[in-house]
């Protein structure tokens, strides 16, 4: 038996059909406040659903097809100044992805809404090649329950977190038409806020469409990048305080756990867009031990030294004005217990103020035994570049 939709398809379609309204309204008012115009996009998209976990009674596979429709507002170009010069004519806006997941009765449908930048890596008169970073939040109408509908242990929450990554061509036949190609992956989350927390992961292939709303469209500013220009290399130490939560449990059968730890990060700067360097975690987190022991309920035996951990990783951070990417592959250091998984990856996005104070929400998984990324938790942090 099945869990009833907590939202019915027409919802999905009142949000869609909203979401239209708005960006029309919205990029009317553009029109007036910035000299490039905006775009619609419409762009259909098929992909394969990787199941977190099999069917319960038969052990079947839960995989298969899922497809949809993305409605993005679009924009190539930036405001003038030094945006235009050194970063060139990225793709940027605010996009929605309604997507039908297979086992529509257990999975249902999926909701993404995230503001995206195409990073360019082509920028030609007629051609446009770039990758394309979305990050927000993501509705869902099927969740877990544990009588209704427990084969979906992928997403218990209705509201969760999402990543859209992918590259992304575009063709302009004129100022006013462009066609788009894109390839990517899609993934949904709640960061183990919540359990079961397997996860959705869907990778697509899309066509789109683009028109402008404003008939008197002007020419776009297409220019290449100049990351390095004017650009003086460097150092810098980054540290950051970081907060968590993460549930841990089978099923119903779950503890919360708060975790705590201190960030650091020595880059070299190579240009305004990268940076690299390598980042050293502190964590005082009990349940890396718990999951060690085999028994996640006795919190109390974990001595103070096995709730400590640090963690040595090769960092990477793409600059964006004020708004940084980090994405970084770490492994434990040995400690007084083996981990069980010692190898775990980092991303998310943060925000900088005067270039010294900075926030940020990054996401942090285990590369478990089987080779799949396992949601830790998302942590919440604020730290100081020196």
């Known amino acids: 038996m099945t869990q009833r939709p907590i939202y019915s398809t027409p919802f999905f379609l009142r949000i869609l059909f909203g979401m239209l309204l708005l960006f029309h309204t919205y990029s009317l008012d553009a029109q007036i406040l910035l000299k490039e115009a905006w775009k619609l996009e419409l762009a ?34 930036l405001p003038e100044g030094s945006w235009r010069a050194y970063y060139g004519s990225p793709y940027l806006g605010f996009g929605t992805r309604l997507t039908q997941l297979n086992n529509t009765d257990t999975f249902g449908y999926s909701l993404a809404l995230f ?64 066609i788009s190609i894109g390839t990517g992956l899609y993934h949904v989350s709640n960061g183990s806020l919540k359990k079961p927390n ?16 404003n008939k008197n469209q002007v020419q776009p500013i297409r220019k290449q990048t100049r990351y390095g220009i004017d650009f003086n290399r460097n150092w810098e130490y980054r540290i950051a305080a970081a907060v968590a939560y993460r549930q841990m449990g089978e099923v119903d059968n779950v503890v919360d756990f708060p975790i705590v730890g201190i960030n650091q990060q020595i880059l070299r700067n190579i240009n305004r867009l990268y940076s690299t360097g390598l980042a050293l975690d502190s964590w005082f987190d009990p349940t890396q031990a718990l999951k060690t022991a085999g028994n996640i309920y006795q919190v109390a035996s974990v001595r103070t030294e096995k709730k400590l951990q640090f ?30 998984d010692p190898v775990y990856i980092k991303f998310g996005a943060g925000y900088e103020f005067q270039k010294r104070v900075f926030i940020g929400l990054f996401f942090k998984g285990t590369i478990n035994s089987n080779k799949q990324l396992e949601s830790d938790f998302m942590e919440w942090a604020v730290g100081y570049t020196f």
């Open 198 to 213: 397997g996860g959705i992961n869907v990778v697509s292939l899309q066509m789109g469409y683009l028109f402008s709303l």
């Open 44 to 77: 259909p998209n098929i992909g394969y659903h990787f199941a977190s976990n099999p069917i319960a009674k038969t052990g079947a596979n839960m995989s298969g097809y899922a497809g949809g429709l993305e409605v993005n507002l679009v924009q190539q170009g």
């Open 115 to 178: 503001p995206f930048y195409t990073l360019p890596l082509v920028c030609r008169e007629k051609n446009y090649l770039g990758v394309k970073i979305g990050y927000g939040l993501n509705l869902n109408n099927q969740v877990y329950h544990r009588q209704k509908n427990f084969d979906n242990r992928a997403i218990s929450s209705v509201v969760n977190f999402s990543l859209d990554v992918g590259l992304r061509y575009y063709h302009h036949f004129n100022n006013n038409h462009s």
């Open 311 to 340: 963690g040595l990783g090769w960092y990477n951070k793409f600059t964006i004005g004020r708004v940084f990417l980090p994405l970084s592959v770490h492994h434990y250091l040995p400690s007084s217990f083996r981990i069980i």
